[in-house]
């Protein structure tokens, strides 16, 4: 019997909350000195599956890249336009809740939501997000797009490891379920 599939979020954060500016810049999270790739290829192995909101597929796109840089990961864009599947993405046109469900409960690796946002919140408040591991960057922004959003939901979370990336502060939690 395979584990169960965990819904992880995996990203970077300002020491007040945010995940970007308002105008979507990322420009103050590369400013902070790293340690290598502060974790990020070791948490990538534990992934077979990536979810986006289109917002953040959007964005990533904008960024003058030719295709997602997810290879042989499974990639799936929620969105209630309809798109035509690309080569490397699904577009998905159903609840995703449901959606996300139907995966946990099929074998493979563990499943990372990219981003913040709407598809963040309605995972937290579905209780759906098993996991945070948050970089904290020695960054204050004053104001931006914060990773969690006002809402009619708590959860009580776990610490199961803490490190440092030189000037990033790594902190993996596990939400209580």
């Keep these: 019997m395979s584990k169960k599939r965990k819904v992880v979020l995996f990203i970077s954060t300002s020491l007040d909350g945010y995940i970007a500016t308002k105008e979507e810049s990322l420009d103050w999270l590369f400013k902070v000195e790293g340690d290598g790739d502060n974790g990020y290829s070791e948490f990538y192995e534990t992934i077979d599956t990536i979810l986006f909101g289109k917002k953040t597929y959007d964005w990533v796109m904008k960024q003058g890249i030719k295709e997602l ?3 042989n990961k499974e990639c799936y864009v929620f969105t209630r336009s309809p798109n035509d599947d690309k080569e490397d993405v699904k577009f998905i046109n159903e609840d995703a809740v449901n959606f996300t469900k139907k995966l946990k409960n099929q074998e493979g690796k563990n499943i990372w939501i990219v981003g913040g946002g ?7 408040r579905e209780k759906l997000v098993d996991e945070l591991i948050i970089k904290i960057a020695p960054t204050i922004l004053g104001k931006g797009i914060p990773l969690f959003r006002e809402g009619d939901y708590q959860l009580n979370l776990t610490l199961k490891k803490m490190r440092n990336f030189n000037q990033f502060v790594e902190l993996h939690y596990e939400i209580e379920k």
Excluded at 119 to 124: K, R, T
């Design 118 to 124: 709407e598809l963040l919140h309605s995972f937290l």
């Design 69 to 71: 840089p997810y290879k």
